[in-house]
């Protein structure tokens, strides 16, 4: 079984940043694609940010590139999100989540769909004030 637990959530001001960091046990993530999600309050949950196994490759939604990365220490089993240039609109509680087991190279096409993943954390909250 695999644990995931998010932490660095927080209040800042609009500007600001934030590193989220997602710790992993149980099982180690090395191989395994990792995304962030977040979801506002009365909205969906939506894709935010993923990477690879190795972190190779990473995706981001519109909306936050060029503001946030997402990256990973395999040595210490986390996956992190520095979020910077922080807006109001990014406020949400932020999830991390790891692949499922499988056909891993489907990852490349399906890191957006929540529906992948087969490990979430709790969830962090985020907000960002103007």
């Known amino acids: 079984q695999v644990q995931l637990v998010e932490s660095g959530g927080g209040s800042v001001q609009a500007g600001g940043s934030l590193r989220l960091s997602c710790a992993a046990s149980?099982?180690?993530?090395?191989?395994?694609?990792m995304g962030w999600f977040r979801q506002a309050p009365g909205k969906e949950r939506e894709f935010v940010a993923a990477?690879?196994?190795?972190?190779?490759?990473?995706w981001y939604t519109d909306s936050v590139k060029d503001r946030f990365t997402i990256s990973r220490d395999d040595r210490k089993n986390t996956v992190y999100l520095q979020m910077n240039s922080l807006k109001p609109e990014d406020t949400a509680v932020y999830y991390c989540?790891?692949?499922?087991?499988?056909?891993?190279?489907?990852?490349?096409?399906?890191?957006?769909?929540?529906?992948?993943?087969?490990?979430w954390g709790q969830g962090t909250q985020v907000t960002v004030s103007s």
């Open positions: 990477l690879t196994w190795g972190g190779g490759t990473t």
């Open positions: 149980g099982r180690a993530i090395e191989s395994y694609g």
């Open positions: 989540a790891r692949a499922s087991d499988g056909d891993r190279y489907n990852f490349y096409y399906t890191y957006r769909d929540a529906n992948v993943y087969a490990y």
